[in-house]
Each structure stands twice: as structure tokens, then as C-alpha cells.
């Protein structure tokens, strides 16, 4: 999960399915197919994962907008497909997913990955529905950095911990301490006290959202030892390692396994080929149901 940076705000756009394009037609298509499978109306939250995006308040905001337009008597399913972003956004999805269902909780359908904050998005859910190309993944936050190599994401765990050991060291190293001293200046200690507050927020929130919905039975000891594999990153070594539909239900997560060659997974794989490809090339995030889209267009200068 991000930390210290959010993308760029971009205007969104609302549209109602009333003039359908062929390729709108043809998801409004497997909308009611899939909708029909498992009995409850559908929801799509796809985020890009070419496009510099990510999970923010802003998409609760649109999510809201789509859910207060359908009939959740029968509660819904989400169908989400994002790289992740804000822990806080995803506790207040969760939180908004839970209000507009008339039964308080929610299903997720898992058509490929649903990474670090999307992960804890369907910790909130009561199901999580994965096939043979779903993957979850940890949840442990990471921070956005500039360097010589680039931008990219650094595990605020690691960060931490090499504080800590250099520090240690320096405590009990006897004599010449000038190449600790020296090391330790790159750090702020203020940061690092805001990066252990983000350690225990992102834990936090996985165990909470766990315990009021799918683990309600189990108590937050035994949550948090069977979600270790999301939550300790000394565990997986890589926060894009993926967790796949066996090693998510060994966790004790309620996990539906659908088979690859049934016609429910068909519909679903084929509804994520086409909001994969649309949050590619033509947007960089949607939000929608059969009838209902909020798009956010690609940032500009990507």
C-alpha cells in the first residue's frame, strides 16, 4: 500500500449506458450473465495497472455514486481488478460497501490480481471468489521514492528494520562510531516513528475488517496469526509475491474456487479481458455497473 503519495486528481466523468457503444453492449451482456450466476447484482472498481493510478478516497466517492443507483436488497458482488493504493481508502470502501448493502456485507470476484490495498478490500468482503488466475497479495505498506534508478515502492518494513539495526549496532559498537553516526543522518526520526504508525495502521485495519465481517468467529490473536503471510513481509520477501486461491484459504479467508472451464468463469475472465483493456487504453480507472460508469482518463504525460 502507498503511503505518502496520491495520484494527481483527474476529472471524472459519469455515464449512463442509454447510447451503447458495441464493446458497452457486449459488457452489459456479461453483466447479466454473470449477475445471474451468483444470484446478485454486480459491481466493477478496476484501477490500472500500466497507468501511475491507485485506490484513493476519490473512488469511494464514485463507488458510492454507482451503489446508490441499484437495488441491494440481495447485497452485491465487487468485482475488482487494482494494484492497491491508501489503506484508508480501502477501510472506507469497505465501510461504504457495507452501508448500501441491504444485508451488510458483500461478495468479491478476484478475475486476476487484487494487490495491497485491494487485498484488504476483500478481507472486508464476506466471500472472496478467485479462479486460476487470481491472486491476492501482502498488505504491508510501501513508500513511493525518487532515486537514481527511477520511482518506485520500498517496504516501509525494511526501512524500519535497517533503522533499528544501525542503530543497535551503533548502541553496541565500542570505539569509532562515525560510519553509524553517518548512515543514521540519512534518517529522520520523526519519519521513521510515522512509518511504524503505518506498520500498525495497515495491520490494524486487516485484523478489524477481518473480525466484523468473514472471521467474525475467530478472535484478532488468531487473526493475526493466520493472516501472517499478508501482513509479515519477512514472510513472502516481495510485496508484488502473489497469494494464490489454495495458500488464501489455507489463512482460513473464505475463499469460492471456480473452475476454469465452467461458464461462470468464462463470463468472469472475459468481463476482465475487456475492463482490463478499456483501463489501458482508454481511461485509467472505471467504476461501474450494467447501466452506470465513472471513468478517471489517463494523467496526462502518460
Known sequence: M???EKAEHE???LKVFSEQSQ????????????ES???KPVVSLFTSFIHRVML???DVDMLAGVLQTMDLSKGFTLFISSPGGDALAAERMINICRTYSKTKTFDVIVPSKAKSAATLVCFGAEKIIMGPTSELGPVDPQVFVKDTEGLHFISIHHIVNSYDDLFKNAQSASGHLEPFLQQLSNYKASVVGDYRNQIKLAKSIAIRVLKTGMMNDVNESDIEGLIKVFIDPEDK???GRPI???E?????LKVESIASETAKWQDVYELYVRLSSYVTLHASKCIENKNHMFTVPIPQGQ
Open 2 to 4: 502507498a503511503t505518502n
Open 11 to 13: 476529472p471524472v466523468i
Open 23 to 34: 464493446q458497452v453492449a457486449t459488457r452489459k451482456v456479461l453483466y447479466n450473465n454473470i
Open 37 to 39: 450466476h451468483f444470484g
Open 56 to 58: 484513493e478516497d476519490s
Open 237 to 239: 520477501l516481495s510485496h
Open 244 to 246: 494464490f486461491t489454495d
Open 248 to 252: 488464501a484459504a489455507k489463512c482460513k
